[in-house]
Structure formats: C-alpha cells, structure tokens
C-alpha cells in the first residue's frame, strides 16, 4: 500500500468512524436522558406507594388505640424518619438527617432523594414522614456503566466495520491500480525492443549497410508497434465507440493479417502456414481484424524461433497452433484476464487475450483453447452463430 493509498484510507476511517462515533454518541445521550426521567418517576412513584402505606399503618394503630411501633422496612434501600408538629424528630432510620427539610415535598440532595408527607390529625404526634433512599442514584450508575459498556462495545464494532468495507472498497482500486501500474511498465517494456530495432536498423541503413534486410526490419518494428498502439487504443476507448455492422470473407481478412504479419514473424524465423475456407460473416470488420491479429502476435510472441505457426479456417472455425511455451492447466482459466501474462520472458502485457474474449463474448462466438505445457497452444474461435448463408 503507497503513501496515497494509507492516505486515503486513514481519511476514509477518520470520516466514517467520526461520524458513526458521534451518531452513536447521541443516540445513547438522548436514551440515557429518557432513562434517568423513567427511573426519576419510577422512585417518585415507589418512595409515595411506600409512605402512604407507611402512612396507613400509623392510622391504622391510632384507630385501634395502639401505639405505633417503628420498625425497619423490608426493602433495605428505603429508610424513613417521623417528625412531630413541632419538628421535632420522633423517630429515626435515615442516613443523613441533616439533608431533611421539611419545608419541600420532594427534592434530591448528594446522593439520596427524599420524599416528605405531612399527616393532617392533630389527634396523632406524628406530623411529618420522610422518605430516603439512594435507589435512584444506584440505578443511574448502573445505567451510566450499562451506557459506557454500550459505547465502547459500538466503537469496536465501527472501527471493525470501517476497516473491513475499506479494505474491501480499496481492494479492487488497489488491484486496479497495480495492474496499470504493470501495464505501464510492460507497456515501455513491449515498445522498448521495436525502437531499439527501429532505431538501429535507421542508423544501419544510413551506413549503407545490407538496405534490404534493415528495411525488413524497419516494417517489422514499424507493425509490432502499430499492433501495440492499436491494442491499447482499443482496450482504452473501445466501449465509447459504436459498432458498425457489414458482410464480409473472413477469409480474406485473415489473409490480410497473415501477410501483415509476416514481416513481423521473421525476425524471429517463424513460418507461418494458413490454410483458408470462405466464411461470410456478418459483423465490426475492426472488431473482427483485433480477434485475428491478437491471436496470431499471441502465437508470435509464445512461439520459439525457428518454428511455425499453423492458421486455419474450415467449418466456420478459426484457429491459431503454434509450437511454443504451452500452458500449464492452472493458468489456462487466468489467461483470458486482463493484464495477465503467459511469460515475462517473452514480452507482451496481457491485453491481447482480453480483447478476444471480450469480441467473442460480445457475438456470442466460442472461444476454446488447447494446450500442453512445452508443447505449444491451439486456439479456436467458431463463427457459426454468425454466418451468412
């Protein structure tokens, strides 16, 4: 991964674990405000339901002519204290009773609240019941804790999030980039050998020396250029443009690519052998000239020197054999990919192959290869779903 590619993918995490921290951030602020008011009421309510039945217990013994008898209540969180009419306490179990102020109905201080109910009868000595209990404060910690645990655990599940879609958002960019950035090496690499040749078959001739075979070698090197130029400009811009549709001999456009090719094919003293039927067929005539010519530079460029080339048309089937490199049946399904090559060795930058699939798939023609490793390849391509009668 290079500097641009961290880069971006540091600014992508930044953006999308921000803004997926801060949205979760405030979700769980408007949550945890909605609890605490549930909780609030819930104490409210609980700490009332408890002095009024407090409360009816001491009515309850007055009206029976019994002295009331403070005694603990059963939930241990729930404490209360009695207060006479003069303010006087009566009786205590409160954790803090210098918090109580009689003069407020309900309120909350440090870490209890407190709910006071005055006893109308001044038949009784009890004026006043206070109410504490911590309850509430207990139950917000532990929704404080519940609501930390809550956006960590969401933290951990963005960040894994983010860096899961951008390594797969990037992996397809990153690949991309990496095959053109080795189609772009190959690409210098593949020009690089016809200009030298070019360039020194120039120099040779303005010599005086052997014309005849230099000016060979000028036309081979001024094809082998031509064919790369019109494979890239074809792979680059091919989707913008149109077809155009129209009958002709596939045979005569293959004797066309067979004699381009010749003067491409001795330089490395390759033969090559054609034996041609008449096949009408309707369709792009450049489209059509890319298939041929790529299969046949494919066999040129795979096939060792001193060898031959065999290309046939019969029974509507175009094929390419040619004697060299093979490959092996592990790279026989990756072959037709983009940017892939057979052999480093032997030149070429994986366009060639893509762009005969990409014909084939386009009329429906079928495509099928036959190789041996060492032993050479055959392609075959049948035009029978498009031939004119």
């Known amino acids: 991964m290079n500097r641009d590619e961290k880069s971006a993918l540091v600014k992508f995490l930044v953006i999308y674990i921000g803004s997926g921290v801060f949205l979760v951030a405030i979700m769980l602020y408007l949550y945890y405000n909605k609890e605490v008011k549930l909780l609030k009421e819930h104490c409210n309510m609980w700490m009332s339901s408890a002095t009024m039945q407090l409360k009816n217990e001491i009515l309850d013994s007055h009206m029976k002519h019994e002295k009331f008898n403070p005694e603990k209540l059963k939930d241990k969180r729930l404490k209360y204290a009695l207060y006479d009419k003069d303010k006087k306490l009566?009786?205590?179990y409160l954790e803090n009773e210098k918090f109580v102020d009689l003069e407020k109905a309900?309120?909350?201080s440090e870490h209890f609240d407190y709910f006071i109910t005055t006893v109308i009868d001044d038949n009784l000595p009890i004026r006043y019941i206070v109410m504490e209990t911590c309850k509430?404060?207990?139950?917000k910690k532990r929704l404080q804790v519940y609501i930390l645990i809550s956006f960590i655990i969401s933290i951990i599940f963005i960040v894994f999030i983010a860096y899961f879609l951008a390594k797969t958002l990037l992996k397809p960019a990153q690949a991309r980039v990496e095959s053109m950035d080795k189609f772009i090496k190959d690409s210098a690499h593949e020009l690089n050998t016809p200009v030298s040749v070019l360039m020194t078959s120039v120099s040779m001739l303005k010599k005086g020396k052997n014309p005849q075979k230099m000016m060979k070698y000028i036309l081979s090197s001024s094809k082998q250029i031509s064919q790369i130029y019109n494979d890239i400009h074809f792979s680059a811009f091919n989707e913008i443009n149109e077809d155009v549709y129209e009958e002709f001999?596939?045979?005569?456009?293959?004797?066309?690519?067979?004699?381009?090719?010749?003067?491409?094919?001795?330089?490395k003293n390759i033969v090559l052998n054609s034996n041609l039927e008449s096949c009408l067929i309707k369709m792009d005539r450049t489209k059509t000239q890319k298939l041929v010519n790529n299969l046949i530079s494919n066999a040129i460029k795979y096939?060792?020197?001193?060898?031959?080339?065999?290309?046939?048309?019969k029974d509507n089937i175009f094929s390419v054999e040619d004697f060299g490199i093979g490959i092996s049946p592990s790279e026989q399904a990756e072959i037709f990919k983009r940017y892939k090559r057979g052999n480093n060795i032997e030149g070429g930058f994986g366009i060639g192959l893509d762009i005969v699939k990409r014909v084939c798939q386009e009329y429906d023609l079928k495509l099928r290869l036959k190789s041996q490793l060492n032993n050479g390849s055959t392609f075959f391509v049948d035009f029978s779903s498009i031939k004119q009668v």
């Open 136 to 139: 509430n404060y207990e139950d």
């Open 303 to 313: 096939s060792k020197s001193n060898s031959s080339i065999n290309i046939s048309l």
């Open 106 to 108: 309900l309120y909350t």
């Open 249 to 267: 001999d596939l045979k005569d456009l293959i004797s066309e690519s067979v004699e381009f090719f010749q003067d491409i094919s001795i330089t």
């Open 90 to 92: 009566i009786y205590s």
